[in-house]
């Protein structure tokens, strides 16, 4: 009878934790450390959409193996987030979901001539920028072209 009874509990409880990621994530089932950093959730937590929640988790993780200085700049990138206004947010995040959309050679590309124009010097870049907006938005379409027509990888003679 009691070997029922244990096959039963490990039974639902295997069913429960795979229900759970098609219905979310239990508040019971975050560590110490997430619970006190979503404590203001702890009341409405289930009320969450599943999807928020997971996000939440998984924030709430990466929060806690952060340094110190890594936290600031979280902080001060998230503070700059919220003083942008709606329409520049929604756009931001258009953008952040046709760059998904990208195969990984391509989001590698972009994310190379990021780090080269931030490797540049403030002068520099503010040229570049000046550029830009000085451009029709046809010229700024064929650089876009040109620059996406490029061979990928260079490679040295």
Sequence with gaps: M?????????????????T???????????NEGQQQM??????SWNALPAERQARLARGAERWAGMTA??????????????ELG?????????????????????QERIRKNY???????????????DRYQRMTPEQRQRLRDRLSDRPRHRTRD
């Design 38 to 43: 979503l404590s203001q959730f702890a009341d």
């Design 115 to 129: 780090r080269n124009y931030r490797q540049m010097n403030q002068e520099r870049r503010q040229q570049l920028r």
């Design 20 to 30: 759970a990621d098609n219905h979310g994530v239990s508040w019971e089932s975050l």
């Design 69 to 82: 200085e890594q936290r600031e700049q979280a902080k001060s990138r998230f503070a700059a987030w919220r």
């Design 86 to 106: 709606d329409e520049r947010r929604a756009r931001i995040r258009q953008r952040a979901e046709e760059f998904r959309k990208l195969p990984p050679e391509e």
């Design 2 to 18: 009691r070997v029922k009874w244990i096959a039963t509990m490990v039974c639902l409880l295997m069913f429960g934790v795979a």
